[in-house]
């Protein structure tokens, strides 16, 4: 988006136009699939999720108290 052009080229990404291109992308996609959006997980659900996306394992217990 022109948004999120102009703050790179300023050298500052802007986090928030940023995730609503995301959002918006990701929204367009599962219309275009007529897949209904997931309910947003809370923090350490997400947490759990990204672990084992990135890291490919669950995370301790002590990594989700770092965390959240």
Same mark, same amino acid.
């Given at each position: *988006? &022109? &948004? %999120?052009?102009?703050? =790179?080229?300023?050298? =500052?990404? !802007? &986090? @928030?136009?940023? @995730?609503? #291109?995301? !959002?918006?992308? %990701?929204?367009?996609?599962? $219309? $275009?699939?007529? %897949? /209904?959006? @997931?309910? =947003?997980?809370?923090?350490? &659900? ?6 084992? #996306?990135? $890291?490919? =394992?669950?995370? #301790? /217990? *002590?990594? %989700?108290?770092?965390?959240?």
């Amino acid at each position: *988006s &022109a &948004a %999120v052009a102009d703050e =790179r080229a300023k050298g =500052r990404p !802007d &986090a @928030a136009a940023l @995730a609503a #291109v995301i !959002d918006r992308h %990701v929204g367009e996609t599962l $219309a $275009a699939h007529k %897949v /209904p959006a @997931a309910p =947003r997980a809370d923090d350490a &659900a997400f947490f759990r999720r990204a672990n084992l #996306v990135l $890291a490919g =394992r669950v995370p #301790v /217990p *002590s990594e %989700v108290r770092m965390f959240l």
